[in-house]
């Protein structure tokens, strides 16, 4: 198309109502300035005097919000025009416009373009009432800004304030969990002291003492582990989850005792080998099996199996116990998240031992999955991939 014909067209978009003769002007006091992808024909901040109109290409108009974030705000084509406060006062320019496609632009200085006001009153006049229009458009546009600042800025005061109150949360549970066992192993180690236990009395409260202890040393890991977790992944090794699984039951059977509850464990034969970190599999299993004994109050039988399909080694544990409202199905996964009282019967913990399971299946590329009826009982399903998942297993540190 004939340059003279593209400038006519950008000028009668850019300022409607200039006679063609009197827009010739403009031509006459600018310069034609190709420009290629890529580069910036403004740059945001810097002192510059210079008034574009885009003839041909396309530009785009960003600005940066934040340190690190370089928002898009429009983009422009042929008979738009940019920079134009530029020729009203000494301001930094508002934005960097930078050249998307090849470009060819009509560059018009400060002084050319009062030149250009003084010859022609239709130009002042259309300039006047497009700069007013651009101006209130920036107006809205900083308003706009403004608003999403804001909604940026309450945003992060929630999130502050939701971490506050998971911190007082953290230290109230922690604070409560550490004195009960504390204050009673305290007490009697002092009739034990005052000579005021012997033979079987002594060896009980020596037993209950041994207890509280025991509560406070498995409380403590299980802060660490999270933090641990929090951390770092362990390298995986090939680990057996029908020993894993057998060994999780082992440790958690005083509980099944105490509560009169029978179980059952059916390990299929010929597992593979899994990648995975044998320690922490382990405790993710004794949480999930220690939580069937624990609200399985009235007795009853808890059924552990473990077996394969083509894709996933899987672990079941079925529970007869007190089972878990549907509201609440989704909370079991929370941090400090516990059921502490039911029908009578009062249950020990913090919530840790769930979202301990959760986290670390998930970070073996597995999945957890729980299905509930109140009153009649609870099944946790555990399915390990045969074939993990590519970022299985692999080391990761976060940032401190």
Do not use: C
Not at 86 to 100: D, K, N, Q
Not at 183 to 189: D, L, R
Not at 256 to 275: F, H, M, Q, S, T
């Amino acid at each position: 198309m004939d340059r003279d014909i593209i400038i006519q067209k950008a000028l009668k978009k850019a300022f409607p109502g200039i006679p063609e003769e009197e827009s010739s002007i403009l031509v006459t006091e600018g310069s034609f300035e190709p420009h290629q992808p890529g580069a910036r024909l403004t740059i945001e901040g810097n002192i510059e005097h210079t008034f574009y109109i885009l003839l041909e290409g396309d530009v785009k108009v960003t600005k940066m919000m934040n340190a690190d974030e370089d928002r898009l705000l429009k983009y422009l084509g042929p008979g738009d025009f940019f920079g134009e406060m530029a020729l009203i006062h000494e301001a930094p320019r508002a934005a960097t416009i930078t050249a998307i496609t090849d470009v060819s632009v009509l560059a018009i200085d400060k002084e050319a373009f009062d030149r250009a006001l003084n010859t022609s009153p239709s130009i002042a006049k259309a300039m006047v009432r497009e700069v007013s229009r651009r101006l209130r458009e920036n107006d809205d546009m900083a308003i706009e800004d403004l608003r999403l600042k804001a909604s940026e800025l309450a945003a992060a005061y929630h999130q502050l304030a939701e971490l506050e109150r998971a911190r007082r949360e953290f230290l109230t549970t922690i604070a409560h969990e550490l004195r009960t066992p504390l204050a009673s192993a305290s007490g009697y180690m002092q009739i034990i002291n005052l000579g005021m236990m012997e033979g079987e009395t002594l060896k009980s409260g020596l037993g209950t003492v041994a207890r509280n202890i025991d509560q406070i040393v498995s409380l403590t890991n299980d802060i660490l582990f999270l933090q641990e977790m929090d951390l770092i992944l362990s390298d995986f090794e090939p680990v057996d989850i029908g020993n894993i699984v057998t060994s999780a039951v082992d440790a958690e059977k005083k509980i099944a005792e105490e509560n009169g509850v029978g179980y059952k464990l059916n390990i299929a034969p010929n597992l593979p080998d899994l990648p995975g970190d044998a320690k922490s599999l382990e405790r993710a299993f004794r949480a999930i099996i220690n939580n069937a004994f624990k609200f399985s109050i009235n007795g009853g039988e808890v059924s552990i199996t473990v077996d394969q399909n083509p894709v996933y080694v899987w672990a079941a544990v079925r529970d007869s116990g007190i089972g878990i409202p549907p509201d609440v199905l989704n909370s079991i996964w929370e941090r400090f998240w516990r059921t502490e009282e039911y029908d009578g019967h009062l249950f020990g913990g913090v919530g840790l031992g769930l979202p301990i399971a959760k986290q670390v299946i998930e970070q073996h590329g597995g999945q957890i999955e729980v299905k509930s009826t109140p009153g009649e009982g609870t099944t946790f399903t555990i399915r390990l991939r045969i074939q993990p998942l590519e970022n299985a297993g692999k080391k990761k540190q976060n940032s401190p």
